[in-house]
């Protein structure tokens, strides 16, 4: 899968591997910058000043919602999917998806998962680990097939 290779390659040259992963860290190491934007009635978005990337935030959002944002984001930079300008050459649904796959693996890494999940850790301290709701660590372990 695309994505979630993406994602991987992006974790095993960006992440310290510490949890929960930082995406602050890892945007501003690749040279994305974040800008928050109160003002915004969207989670956030992407686009090139200069040619450079830039993550615009809501802060109003959660945290955990913001932490998603920066890498759903960046996943559509790393992707090269289109910026700020909708292209009918690319299927924007396709995109969104991707981006999603993307942020999920960046902020719920497989590997760490899978070694979590084989050691003495509940459905609760997994979460907490990876700061994430319960629901998202429930849903991130049924799809890798862990439970």
């Not at 300008?85 to 969104?96: L, N």
């Not at 497989?110 to 629901?135: C, H, K, T, W």
Request: proline share 5%; charged share 20%.
């Amino acid at each position: 899968m695309q994505a979630v290779e993406a994602a991987k390659r992006v974790l095993g040259r960006y992440w310290d591997k510490t949890l929960p992963v930082n995406p602050s860290a890892i945007l501003y190491a690749i040279g994305v910058r974040i800008v928050y934007a109160p003002e915004l009635f969207v989670s956030g978005y992407l686009d090139l000043q200069g040619g450079k990337p830039v993550v615009h935030i809501n802060p109003r959002d959660s945290f955990t919602r913001q932490r998603f944002t920066l890498f759903h984001e960046l996943g559509h930079y790393i992707l090269g999917h289109d910026h700020g300008e909708p292209d009918s050459s690319q299927d924007c649904t396709s995109c969104e998806v991707m981006a999603d796959q993307f942020a999920t693996e960046m902020i719920l890494p497989s590997d760490a998962v899978f070694l979590y999940a084989n050691g003495d850790y509940s459905l609760a301290r997994m979460a907490q680990l990876f700061n994430v709701s319960e629901q998202a660590m429930r849903i991130r372990l049924e799809r890798l097939g862990i439970l």
